[in-house]
């Protein structure tokens, strides 16, 4: 079965220090991979996505994610943290039979940044 | 132009009360999912509908559990006989057309707490 897996709950990083939020899947197939952002407060929203082709994307606000297939990783990236990125941050593979239906998430990482 | 909403916001209920949240999408979307957020679960898949059909249920804890979409739009998720640990933040989402190569835009969610 599909699963995603994120091995950091909680991680602090101090404003403009660099950023690496990890994400592991399991899926048998070429994955569809997505990362979101859930402020608080507010709802979801799509940071970057994968499908195919060039396995570093680049997303809003700075965030940028690699696919490694050899890893089953897909990590998310920021050069310089600022303090609005405070947040928690969800890694999701597109799974289900056809067209990749749904959406399996990982646990989340919640990110606190220090002034 | 408006996006995903959910309604109530907020709802608290008794043990065994049946409850029923809405969720209106973004018009023209054809496909309509909803998610569960707790904090033992994490975030998880629960149902989607294509137009008024819902191919995939597969995600419903149990038969207390329905959902359904008229008129390609509106979509009620009802919960029979609530427990305790149906306390959590519903989430709907919809997005153009079926498949995760369509962007999902998220609603701010429905919370429901079961006293």
């Known amino acids: 079965a599909q699963s995603v897996t994120q091995p950091d709950i909680h991680i602090t990083v101090s404003e403009g220090a660099s950023l690496e939020l990890r994400c592991n899947y399991s899926?048998?197939?070429?994955?569809?991979l997505f990362w979101y952002v859930q402020s608080p407060g507010q709802g979801l929203q799509l940071l970057l996505k994968?499908?195919?082709?060039?396995?570093l994307v680049q997303g809003i606000k700075g965030f940028e994610a690699e696919f490694k297939r050899s890893q089953s990783s897909f990590n998310l990236r920021k050069p310089s943290v600022h303090w609005s990125d405070a947040a928690e941050y969800f890694c999701?593979?597109?799974?289900?039979?056809?067209?990749?239906?749904?959406?399996?998430f990982g646990a989340g990482t919640r990110l606190a940044v220090h002034p | 132009g408006a996006g995903v909403s959910q309604s109530p916001s907020n709802k608290v209920t008794e043990k065994g009360k049946d409850v029923e949240l809405r969720c209106d999408p973004i018009?023209?979307?054809?496909?309509l999912y909803w998610y569960r957020q707790s904090l033992g679960q994490g975030l998880e898949f629960l149902i989607y509908?294509?137009?008024?059909?819902?191919?995939?249920k597969s995600g419903l804890p149990s038969d207390r559990f329905s959902a359904e979409r008229t008129g390609g739009s509106v979509s009620t998720l009802t919960i029979q006989r609530t427990q305790q640990e149906d306390s959590a933040v519903y989430l709907c989402?919809?997005?153009?057309?079926?498949?995760?190569?369509?962007?999902?835009?998220f609603g701010p969610g429905t919370r429901l707490t079961v006293t």
């Open positions: 989402a919809s997005s153009l057309a079926l498949s995760t190569r369509h962007e999902q835009y």
């Open positions: 899926y048998g197939a070429t994955p569809y």
């Open positions: 994968y499908f195919s082709g060039d396995t």
């Open positions: 999701a593979v597109g799974a289900g039979s056809g067209g990749y239906n749904k959406l399996i």
């Open positions: 018009s023209g979307h054809t496909a």
């Open positions: 509908f294509q137009g008024n059909s819902a191919p995939d």
